[in-house]
């Protein structure tokens, strides 16, 4: 493992991103940060009210992150951060940040799932925009340092499966898939 660690949880709405990075965080000593406090008031008024973000409206809310991030890394401090860095240019301007590489950790989940989170939750997020975060993810591509994920089991097992990786990453590589889902998982999936 790497002296500094900068590690996204990322995936759509319901995959359990900030309970992995809170769990992550503990088990490795990160400092943690929940993307979702980094949004504007406007944003969280427009997804609340059930329309989608634009690349507009992402683009200062990434910029914190990365800014976030880059003066984490200037105090010599890992970290991890929830963002669903949907699009592969999000998360290029999450990389942007750190000079070391950035370490993506993919959640997915079937969409029953995923469902069934979203409506049990108090969040501003409603299940009615899961389609659009669906129809905008894009897979990790080979030069993305990750790892994928399915969060269809036990949160402990998930947790265990993103420290086991992250203690044994010699250096950056291409996505792997550490817990192939037996239903599937979701559309761009490895």
Known sequence: MTDHLHVVIMGVSGTGKSTVARGVAAALGLQVAE????????????????????????????????R??????????????????????????????????????????SREVLEQRMATRAHFMPVS????????????????????????????????AVVSWLRRRPEPRPPVRESPSARGGLPGTR
């Open 35 to 66: 993307g979702d406090d980094f949004h504007p008031p406007a944003n969280i008024a427009k997804m609340s009210a059930g329309i989608p973000l634009d690349d507009d409206d992402r683009g200062p809310w990434l910029a914190a992150l990365a």
């Open 129 to 160: 925009l899961l389609d659009s975060q669906l129809a905008t993810l894009q897979a990790l591509e080979p030069d993305e340092d990750g790892l994928v994920v399915d969060t269809d089991q036990p949160v402990a097992d998930v947790v265990a």
């Open 68 to 109: 976030w991030a880059g003066e984490r890394h200037a105090e010599a401090t890992s970290t991890v951060l929830t963002c669903s860095a949907l699009k592969r240019s999000y998360r290029d301007i999450l990389r942007s940040g750190v000079p070391e590489p950035t370490l993506f950790v993919h959640l997915v989940g």
